[in-house]
């Protein structure tokens, strides 16, 4: 007669879960969770839902499945708090590894609905977003203000001059493009924190779905004499094309109306700098040096881009409180790009006819 194997037993050591248990899911009230968690419960359901295929794992019984619940919470208390692993596996019963880990697949699922939460406005739903800008900022065909982040990284070994800025820092780059409502509707993350915003720009989809006409409608409205396109807000980093429109070069010397345009055009393009500030306020890891691999931020910055938009869609309050230590907008880049370097004849018309436009209808 064959022995049968003795069945192996749990060999990993057991941590106390008691505060997720009956702390969090037993006494803490909506406020809390939007305190800690930076989410509402509902919307942290809401999540969970949209997760659990990616996430939700086999139970065996070597070990005790960690739930999709769990998984979430402690990677969303990573990312609005950019606390230690340690600290972060003593607070969720877990090992180091595991909860490194954990942080790390939950970030590759946020990710992954990228596609359904960031998305460029077609149809009707980009004529809400030229509406909005025109009805809250009094900017006309705007689809977008778009701009550049830096994130402050652990440079490769490599390579790591490429990310020293001219702020004097590593960082690499989120350039994003939000809609009235300070929501992202499209983001490109992973460039060093050297190059230019420009160039960033010019290496991105969105470039090349512009430069092709694929980017917005081709219908115009005329002001002061002049077909108006759908454009985005840049700031002066970025070149003066039919597409994206950007101040007056300031030589000290602007008129009037043209200081009248760039304080319109800055006005509007406060919803990015909105953006980035919130983003930043309420997921605050970006606040610090993301420690991790280089080849891994780009998933966390896109992972917090999802979920701001999520806590956008589902009204999650953002407080004010969580602005402490948010640094506001600092130019990195060089300065403004020369006209000459620009396809700016027929940019340059447009931004006198706004100009004009902008005098008489006055905010």
Known sequence: MIASRPRRILWNRRRSREWW??????????????EHF????????????????????????????ITVELRVAAALWYLASGTDYRTLAELFGMGKATVHRIVSEVCEAIRTLQSFFINLPKGEKLQEVVEGFKERWGFPQCAGAIDGSHISVTPPSEDSKDYYNRKGSYSIILQAVVDHRSRFTNINVGWPGSVHDARVLRNSTL?????????????????EGVHIPVMLLGDPAYPLMS?????????????????????RLSRARMTVECAFGQLKGRW?????????????????????????NLCSMNDDTFLDAWMQDVEEPVEVNAPDIPVTQERAEGPQ????ALSLYFDKNPV
Not at 38 to 65: A, E, G, M, Y
Not at 207 to 223: K, R, S, V, Y
């Open 21 to 34: 248990n009956n702390i969090v899911l037993g006494t803490y009230n909506d406020d809390q969770w939007l």
């Open 38 to 65: 930076r989410i509402r419960r509902r919307t942290f359901n809401v999540l969970c839902d949209k997760l659990r295929p990616l996430l939700k794992k086999k139970q065996t019984h070597l070990r005790q499945t």
């Open 207 to 223: 470039f090349h779905l512009a430069e092709n006409g694929q980017l917005f409608p081709t219908e115009t409205q005329e002001i």
């Open 243 to 263: 597409w994206l429109m950007k101040g007056f070069p300031d030589n000290g010397h602007l008129s009037r109306e043209q200081r009248l345009f760039n304080y």
């Open 284 to 308: 605050r890891c970006l606040l610090k040096k993301i420690e991790v691999s280089i080849t891994r931020v780009p998933t966390i910055i896109s992972a917090c881009c999802v979920l701001h």
């Open 349 to 352: 018309c447009v931004r006198r």
